[in-house]
């Protein structure tokens, strides 16, 4: 038995390290042919079709093990109706939600707040269609907290509008105004640098679009996303906290 264990040990260690030298030849080759603007921060079995997940910054191609070829796009499970491949990239762009600066962000409160559970944090452009959708969502949330942070990046008119919003009174009536009813606050008077740091954040965190919304477990999710399935997702970060 301890020669059959031994043995077994043996065989383990001679697999991975043949699957470090295999991952290690896949980074060589990739870099290679993507040249000097790609840098592979991971190599890794992508547990489908026998192809290796390779990581790119935010971004995610596959492989086979000789680089034969390379494949551009998303693996989905029809039957389960899972995006494998988003669901990898959310997990390698998660975040430490508590060290988010909640300072900068609109908060409110619906109900008894989630517990500490049921929170969510968005970065949202005040004259992006997707973040009125998403409010319009919201509204029908209850028992949770909810922090916006302004993140004006589609024109002029929405650092404008931002601003006025920053500087109204109650802020959060003045968002829930404006994106529920189109109601625009006067404009705004106040330092608003804060803005500035709310941008150099979400550039920080590589949001390429809004709207973009945190879980409380630090999941992000990259775009709009319908009342059932948020309330789903933030009882799974619940349970993930």
């Known amino acids: 038995m301890k ?20 991952e290690a030849d896949i ?14 921060d991971s ?3 992508a547990g489908a079709l026998g192809l290796y997940e390779v990581v790119i910054g935010s971004d995610i191609i596959y492989t086979d093990s000789k680089v034969n070829h390379i494949i551009l796009g998303h693996i989905i499970e029809p039957k389960a109706n899972r995006d494998l491949t988003e ?18 962000a609109i908060k409110q409160v619906r109900g008894n707040g989630g517990g500490g559970k ?26 949770v907290t909810i922090y916006t942070f302004l ?16 500087c109204a009174p109650d802020r959060a ?22 803005l500035g740091k709310v941008t150099a954040t979400a550039m920080k965190l590589r949001i390429r679009g809004t709207p973009a919304i945190f879980l409380s477990d630090g999941t992000r ?9 948020l309330e789903e997702a933030m009882a799974q970060a619940a349970v993930n906290q």
């Open 173 to 194: 009536k003045a968002w829930n105004n404006y994106m529920l009813s189109g109601i625009a606050p006067p404009e705004g008077k106040c330092d608003a640098t804060d």
């Open 3 to 22: 020669k059959i264990i031994i043995t077994l040990c043996v065989a383990l260690l001679a697999a991975g390290a043949l699957a470090q030298n295999v």
């Open 43 to 45: 190599v890794r079995k």
């Open 221 to 229: 999710v990259p775009g709009f996303m319908q009342k059932d399935r």
């Open 27 to 40: 980074k060589k080759k990739i870099e290679a042919v993507l040249g000097d603007d790609a840098k592979v």
């Open 151 to 166: 993140y004006p990046v589609l024109s002029e008119d929405s650092v404008a509008k931002s601003k006025a919003i920053w």
């Open 87 to 104: 669901e990898r990239l959310n997990k390698l762009s998660a975040i430490k939600f508590s060290e988010l600066p909640f300072d900068l």
């Open 118 to 143: 049921r929170v969510i944090a968005t970065f949202e452009d005040p004259n992006c269609s997707y973040c009125r959708k998403l409010a319009k969502e919201l509204q029908d949330i209850t028992d």
